[in-house]
T-cell receptor, first 116, second 111 residues
Framework: GAGVSQSPSNKVTEKGKDVELRCDPI?????LYWYRQSLGQGLEFLIY????????KSGLPSDRFSAERTGGSVSTLTIQRTQQEDSAVYLC??????????????FGPGTRLTVL | AQSVTQLGSHVSVSEGALVLLRCNYS??????LFWYVQYPNQGLQLLLK??????LVKGINGFEAEFKKSETSFHLTKPSAHMSDAAEYFC?????????FGTGTRLQVFP
């Protein structure tokens, strides 16, 4: 079956512009996660959704970052007024349910964001 | 706070040699531990996970890992490396459902 998909695969933007990154989770997966992978910070958790609500936004680095999920499916991560330090690969993952333990997360291929 | 530490940012082995990638965890409670692999320009793929059912966990592509509470370790091994194993490997611990990753180990395999 189809895996997690993300779009665009690459995004180049100018400093100060807003960007939107999209994630389509595996059909039927109720939990959705966003992570960021950068050279300086490694792999960092940003936010997760259970259904359409986001119980944990603790990883969002600033108020320029926001995310929403509609219909319990597609999610959009928005970065306003992008800065060069936002350059990274943004990874989305989904899982069949939100668990406190060993539930596997399935990752998408990521969106590589470059802020000039 | 729970965390994982990966020793060695780069590991190089010859094809056919043993692969050993190290991961130590810090946790006051039994952790849920994962190993993920990332091939170039791809997302993360689960190799194996520890959820307390068995201390020796077998994963895909011939990899396995042993949970050792006394050493707080969850090292990843493969008896014989293949060229296709060249990738970056991440150890992770699950905290309230979200994954906290180690810094990763890049594995190079030489012919």
């Amino acid at each position: 079956g189809a895996g997690v998909s993300q779009s665009p695969s690459n995004k180049v933007t100018e400093k100060g512009k807003d960007v939107e990154l999209r994630c389509d989770p595996i059909s039927g997966h109720t939990a959705l996660y966003w992570y960021r992978q950068s050279l300086g910070q490694g792999l960092e958790f940003l936010i997760y959704f259970q259904g359409n609500s986001a119980p944990d936004k603790s990883g969002l680095p600033s108020d320029r970052f926001s995310a929403e999920r509609t219909g319990g499916s597609v999610s959009t991560l928005t970065i306003q007024r992008t800065q060069q330090e936002d350059s990274a690969v943004y990874l989305c993952a989904s899982s069949p349910r939100m668990g406190t333990g060993g539930v596997e997360q399935f990752f998408g291929p990521g969106t590589r964001l470059t802020v000039l | 706070a729970q965390s994982v530490t990966q020793l060695g940012s780069h590991v190089s082995v010859s094809e056919g040699a043993l692969v050993l990638l190290r991961c130590n965890y810090s946790s006051s409670v039994p952790p849920y531990l994962f190993w993920y692999v990332q091939y170039p320009n791809q997302g993360l793929q689960l190799l194996l996970k520890y959820t307390s059912a068995a201390t020796l966990v077998k994963g895909i592509n011939g990899f396995e890992a042993e949970f050792k509470k006394s050493e707080t370790s969850f090292h990843l091994t493969k008896p014989s490396a293949h060229m296709s194993d060249a990738a970056e490997y991440f150890c992770a611990v699950s905290i309230s459902g979200k994954l906290i990753f180690g810094t990763g180990t890049r594995l190079q395999v030489f012919p």
